[in-house]
Every structure is written in C-alpha cells, then in structure tokens.
C-alpha cells in the first residue's frame, strides 16, 4: 500500500482534537437547508491528488458545509468553484468544477493538503488545533517525492509550512520570509520553491481581493518554475 494510501486512512479516522470532533458532529446533525438530503462525511478531510505531482497546495481546513460535506478537499463550496476553475485553466485539473466526490474530477502534476483536516468552528482552528494536525502535513510532503513547488493559501498555511522548514532545519527562522500575494520565495539550495498566495475564500473574492487573474498568475508562476527546469 502507497504511503499515502496509508496516511489518508490514519487521518480519516483522527479524533485528536475534542473540540473539532463535537463540531463535525454538530454540523452533520443540523446541517444545512440546501443540504438537507446529504449524509455529511463528517470526518477529518484526507489529501488529494496526483501522488506524483510537482505542485503541491497547502489549504487552512476544510469548509464547515464544502469538503466536510463531500469529504474531497475545496469540493462544494465557493472556494472551490474558484480554485479548480483556475487548476483547470491552467493544466492540473481535468475539469473546472469540483461538487462531489464521484464527479470524476482528476488532478494532474498536483496534489491539496490542508493546514488542518478538520472543519472548525467560524474557520478558525486553535493554534493547539494546528500543531496537532501538522505532523499529518509533514508525512503528506515526505511521501510526495516528486514536488518542486509548493503554494501556501493564505497566511496559516504559509506560516505552518515555514514552521516545518524551521524545525527540519532548512531555514533559521520563519521572520526571514514576508507573506504577499504570489510571491516567490527561495528556501534554499535543492529546497522547493515556495509560492504565497492568498486564499480563495468568499470574504477575499467577494470583496475583490483576490481576483481571477491575481490567483491564476500564481499557477502560471508554478507552471513557469517547471518549464524553466
């Protein structure tokens, strides 16, 4: 069994943090009036991908009514509908919707983690929350063998990736690095190039923040980075 195939069933079954536990439950039980008819997978969300990707996405946690619903990462809900639209644009996804699990969407040369892999509550995990989740994120890049690039969506993601990076001592210190939108950011020799972006939620394109062009230059900076290899 591939490594992956081995964390993702770990991950599923996690019920370290009591907090995000009784939560995923409370959701599942009241659920929402459009989603009425659907069992919530309600359960931590694993990794998705191409276990041979180049490119690899780091989200904040799934969403309440999106993957902890459908148990797919960004798969039905507006962050979503903006990411994949922009994957599928520019080469790594195969369609530009994601809306469940068994929609047939594939993705090519990329793989999706997430910061956390249990919705919280107002989309804000505790910072005990993050630190118990992060091994999970540290197994998932050690057994992607193939990535060069890695894109941090949003500050939480950016800051925990560059935790890992501290702590595995290939940077001396995270206040090294500046978080902007698709900034590059060179880690060190033989280390992947680390892109920041700023997350696809409702409240960052809603208001303008993020906008279709700004996010798929961010993609079309990791395609550049491996065409230039």
Known sequence: MH????LNQEIITCKKCPRLVQYLADVARVRRRAYRDWDYWAKPVPGFGDPNA???????????HGANRTGRPFTGDKSGEFLYRVLHETGFASQPTSLSI??????SDCYIG???????PDNKPLPQEIRTCRPYLERELAALKNVRAIVALGRIAFDVYLGILRDQGKIERRSAFVFAHNKAHHTGPGHSLLISSYHPSQQN????????????AVFLRARKYFDAQ
């Open 3 to 6: 490594a992956l195939d081995v």
């Open 205 to 216: 394109t809603s208001t303008g923040k993020l906008t279709h062009k700004m996010f798929k």
């Open 54 to 64: 180049r490119l690899y996405l780091i989200g904040l946690a799934p969403g309440a």
């Open 102 to 107: 068994d929609d047939g969407l594939t993705l």
């Open 114 to 120: 997430a910061s956390v892999r249990c919705a919280p």
